[in-house]
């Protein structure tokens, strides 16, 4: 489900209209995200610390009205949801881009994303399936504790996705902690969403 968003009276009207004239609307920063708590709670329930992040972060994408925005044919549009697809590597070190649909509970989430893990671990190629606009791009580095990132991007092709990494986990005195990228469309996120965001994502790191 989608809410198309009347521009004339939308008070991100002006902003829209000046980033998305940009060859690069695109802006990202890079923080770190404390898991001590995070680690050890996906630990006790059982579930990959891979499938509990990205669960955690979607929660977080969904919790903020701003993340949930996306440009389809020049006119901006409100998803209900938002999903993921995730960046799976096979065992041949290449990736395919997933499909992860987002579901509140942690158990159901976990099985769509063993389910979609092995399907990509039998396809080949970079795209397996078509996508959805209502997604977020999301990549893990496991083996780079990041300062900075950038993504590759075609200015011909429309995107408004954010796009989210996380980095190497490094545990250092008993605290465990990775680094986190996030790149969003200015024209419909601001810091200040950014920083919402972050701090939901910390919040239920921490639960």
């Known amino acids: 489900m989608k809410t198309k968003i009347n521009l004339e009276t939308w008070n991100r009207k002006d902003h829209f209209l000046f980033f998305k004239q940009m060859e690069e609307p695109f802006y990202g920063i890079t923080t770190t995200l404390d898991c001590t708590k995070g680690y050890e709670e996906a630990k006790q329930l ?5 499938t ?37 590597m096979r065992e041949d070190k290449t990736f395919g ?17 063993t389910t979609e893990i092995d399907r990509i671990q039998h396809t080949t190629g970079i795209f397996t399936r078509t996508y959805p606009e209502n997604i977020i791009h999301f990549s893990a580095l496991p083996w780079i504790d990041f300062t900075s990132i950038s993504h590759s991007r075609s200015f011909t092709w429309p995107d408004s996705c954010p796009k989210i990494s996380i980095g190497k986990l490094t545990d250092e005195n008993g605290k465990k902690s990775m680094p986190i990228s996030v790149h969003v469309h200015h024209g419909l996120v601001d810091g200040y969403h950014v920083g919402l965001f972050l701090e939901k994502l910390q919040q239920l790191m921490n639960e």
């Open 46 to 50: 059982g579930v990959s610390f891979f």
């Open 52 to 88: 509990y992040y990205l669960h955690k972060t979607l929660v977080a994408v969904n919790a903020v009205e701003n993340f949930k925005y996306r440009i389809e044919n020049d006119e901006v549009v409100l998803h209900e949801t938002i999903c993921a697809s995730a960046t799976i």
């Open 97 to 113: 881009f997933s499909y992860m649909d987002f579901a509140e509970n942690l158990d159901e989430f976990a099985e769509i994303v």
